[in-house]
């Protein structure tokens, strides 16, 4: 008998559109303000991203709410990290080191997850 491969992939309840087309928009606001305030205003979708998760609970969707927030934090740490070095003259360039490679990382993570959710998958990592 052949072998059946088997994921242990939590079971999620029936996609809600309008849930995806939110965190779609979402993903979208996130990367605009990536673009034109390099991510400085990502905390306005961040904020409905923490309201709608629980809205979205055992969903796909409330995995791709997670992952906006987790990049977003991850984002701020590193941005945050590369002031430390900004303020001195000779480390300057290791901050714009630093700060260019968040944001190419933060523009990786918007990019995969809005695929993901193009494709009904759920974000590696589930919805902690």
């Known amino acids: 008998m052949a072998d059946e491969l088997v994921m242990d992939v939590p079971p999620y309840a029936p996609l809600d559109q309008a849930q ?13 303000s990536l673009i034109f305030s390099l991510g400085m205003l990502s905390f306005i979708p961040l904020i409905v991203n923490y309201i709608k ?17 987790r990049s977003f934090w991850w984002y701020f ?11 001195t003259f000779v480390l300057m360039p290791l901050a714009w080191l630093i700060w260019a490679l968040a944001w190419i ?24």
């Open 20 to 32: 995806k087309s939110l965190a779609r928009w979402l993903y979208i606001f996130h990367g605009l």
């Open 77 to 87: 740490g590193w941005v945050a990290f590369g002031f430390v070095p900004f303020f």
């Open 105 to 128: 990382w933060k523009a990786y993570r918007l990019i995969k997850g809005l695929i993901y959710l193009n494709e009904d998958r759920p974000m590696p990592g589930g919805a902690g």
């Open 53 to 69: 998760r629980g809205d979205a609970a055992g969903t796909i969707v409330a995995t791709h709410h997670s992952w906006q927030i």
